[in-house]
């Protein structure tokens, strides 16, 4: 049974405020445009129960979308990162099996977690931290992205994560959380920063990054990687933030940041004379244009969860405790 944890539910009060403020000042431009200014009172985001719904939604169409491998059926309820890691996936899977998954289960949630804050403007979010039946004992962190009362909550981050490292959040007395504005300077590092910092980490190394499977390890075994004979790999690493790949950082009990940051990264495998490109698989083949000849460049998103301390606490190191990464094209050459 899924049980619901979140803030108190707001009052009648305020949550006439709420829906008040987000509708109140509609203007038409000379052209014609209508404008809408996003109310300026700090409110909550959402509330447990329209949370829980929001969840819901999001996992029934899921479902629908894995098991028809028919990236349309899920499209209103994905954003950003998973769009295109997700459907780049569902893409794959109905060129290799038209006819659906025949590997399907549908996807469950228990023990679910909600931690909404309050905050002034568009977009509003709030996370979802769940146990499911896929992924072992790791938590699924969802980030719930909106950008207006009319849009429905689409989910833009999906992590899996340790159960023990997910932090202690800072909430008020009503059980509000605490955004954290992305050029916040009490950090290691500012959240705006993370996507670009940690695309130079993976190029040039550094002391930004605390060690770790998605750090250091990953280095090393991009380095191993690199030459093998008759075979070079290059890497190229690019910092994404614009619209909804933009980081979110909620502020944690010890007052450091929770950050959700997305990247963007090309990987090319090129052949020496005399020698080919080892065969990828059937899904990457799916997603590739162009035929596979001397080379193979492949294209891959990647959404981040960190946690990036206050500024002179502990190593002051940002440890990066959850990472899923998918393909999403392909071109051979």
């Not at 996370?127 to 072992?136: C, E, F, L, Q, S």
């Not at 040039?204 to 030459?227: C, E, I, M, Q």
């Not at 075979?231 to 933030?241: F, K, M, N, P, V």
Request: aromatic fraction near 8%; hydrophobic fraction near 40%; proline fraction near 5%.
């Amino acid at each position: 049974m899924t049980r619901v944890r979140g803030p108190r539910r707001p009052s009648s009060l305020e949550r006439s405020a709420l829906i008040a403020a987000s509708v109140t000042v509609l203007s038409l431009t000379a052209g014609g445009c209508v404008v809408v200014h996003g109310e300026r009172e700090v409110l909550p985001a959402t509330t447990a129960p329209e949370a829980a719904e929001a969840l819901g939604q999001f996992t029934a169409a899921y479902n629908k979308a894995d098991q028809a491998y028919d990236r349309s059926l899920d499209a209103d309820f994905v954003t950003g990162a998973l769009s295109d890691i997700d459907g780049a996936r569902l893409t794959a899977g109905h060129s290799v099996s038209p006819a659906g998954n025949p590997s399907h289960t549908a996807l469950t949630f228990s023990d679910v977690r909600y931690t909404i804050p309050k905050k002034a403007g568009w977009p509003r979010w709030f996370v979802a931290d769940a146990k499911a039946n896929k992924g072992g004992s790791a938590r699924w962190l969802m980030v719930f992205l909106r950008g207006g009362l009319s849009e429905p909550w689409r989910v833009s981050y999906l992590t899996l994560v340790a159960p023990d490292a997910v932090p202690q959040f800072a909430k008020d007395k009503d059980g509000w959380a605490e955004t954290v504005p992305l050029n916040q300077t009490e950090l290691a590092v500012d959240p705006a920063d993370l996507s670009q910092d940690y695309a130079t980490y993976l190029r040039n190394g550094g002391k930004s990054f605390a060690d770790g499977t998605y750090t250091s390890v990953l280095r090393a075994d991009r380095t191993k990687g690199a030459s093998r004979p008759g075979l070079a790999t290059q890497y190229i690493d690019e910092a994404l933030t614009r619209d909804d790949y933009a980081p979110l950082a909620l502020r944690t009990a010890d007052g450091g940041a929770l950050v959700f940051f997305t990247t963007h990264h090309y990987v090319k495998q090129t052949a020496a004379v005399g020698a080919s490109v080892p065969t990828p698989n059937k899904s990457v083949q799916a997603l590739t244009k162009g035929e596979i000849k001397q080379s193979l460049t492949m294209e891959f998103v990647s959404n981040q969860v960190v946690l990036d301390p206050k500024r002179g606490a502990g190593t002051g190191q940002v440890s990066m405790i959850g990472k899923v990464q998918g393909l999403t094209a392909g071109r051979g050459e």
